[in-house]
């Protein structure tokens, strides 16, 4: 019996994992430049450029830049896996490493932070970035918005690396 209640778990958790991990776009919405409104959701995005999360910015048309650039993603998560993300906790979301410091906003309230951003600028760009997402956070079955405030002060910036998934 004990044996059938941990496959399940596993099952559970596996479904879970395998649905939620096809939520985020392959492409976001990237801007340069810093401002606290870019966290905001209702923020008409449509104009800004695309960028792929995973690599540089410097290698999708940007060579010579560094300071602060904005992601933003929207993505859906049906109410279906609500029940099991209430039951384990919420839904994580990996965001890879991040050249230098981030702070990683969802619906425009501060999920987490990596490093720190000037005056007290603390360099985080090999740390692995994972923020917990409590189910009471998610806007079940209607849109959500991600945005990734991003401080990088020479070679390699942004998102720079996988995986980039809610899980």
């Known amino acids: 019996m004990r044996n059938l209640s941990f496959a399940l778990l596993l099952f559970l958790t596996a479904c879970v994992s395998h649905n939620a991990d096809e939520l985020l776009p392959a492409k976001w919405k990237f801007m340069t430049g810093d401002n606290p409104e870019f966290a905001d ?3 008409d995005d449509s104009k800004w450029d695309t960028i792929v999360p995973g690599t ?13 650039a904005w992601y933003r993603a929207s993505f859906i998560v049906p109410s279906s896996l609500r029940r099991d993300a209430e039951k384990y906790g919420g839904l994580i979301l990996h965001l890879g490493r991040i050249d230098d410091a981030d702070e990683t906003y969802l619906n425009g309230s501060l999920l987490g932070s990596t490093g720190r951003m000037p005056p007290s600028y603390e360099c985080k760009y090999d740390t692995p970035r994972e923020y917990l997402i409590p189910a ?4 079940w079955g ?20 996988e995986p980039i998934a809610l899980m």
């Open 41 to 43: 959701p209702s923020l």
């Open 56 to 68: 540089t910015w410097e290698q999708q048309g940007l060579p010579d830049y560094d300071g602060f």
């Open 136 to 139: 009471e956070r998610i806007l």
């Open 142 to 161: 209607k849109k959500n918005l991600v945005a990734v405030r991003v401080f990088d002060t020479g070679g390699g910036g942004g998102i720079y690396s």
